[in-house]
């Protein structure tokens, strides 16, 4: 299962010119099947079977953020022009 948010916040530097920011968390649960039937390869390890020294076969990455950066400037400063570049 995947859950992931994402937070926005758009900054009017000037008359020309809007700074897009923001944080996007992404978690993937670790997966687990029934019967202790997966299982993968470590490199340290070898064959690692769930439910054979180890609850899941990867464990899952809390720390998962990622920043968003994203800016639009009005070229003649009508509201009719905008060249923008999209998230980083």
């Known amino acids: 299962m995947s ?3 994402y937070l926005q916040d758009d ?3 000037n008359q020309k010119l809007i700074v897009n920011l923001g944080l996007r ?3 993937v649960t670790p997966m687990k099947g029934a ?3 997966l299982g993968t390869f470590d490199s340290t390890l070898g064959m690692v079977q769930q439910g054979h020294g180890t609850e899941s076969v990867w464990a899952g990455d809390h720390r998962a953020f990622g920043p ?3 800016f639009a400037y009005d070229v003649n400063g009508k509201g009719t022009t905008a060249s923008a570049a999209g998230p980083v």
């Open 68 to 70: 968003r950066l994203g």
């Open 11 to 13: 900054w009017r530097v």
């Open 3 to 5: 859950t992931a948010g």
């Open 25 to 27: 968390y992404e978690y």
């Open 35 to 37: 019967n202790n039937s």
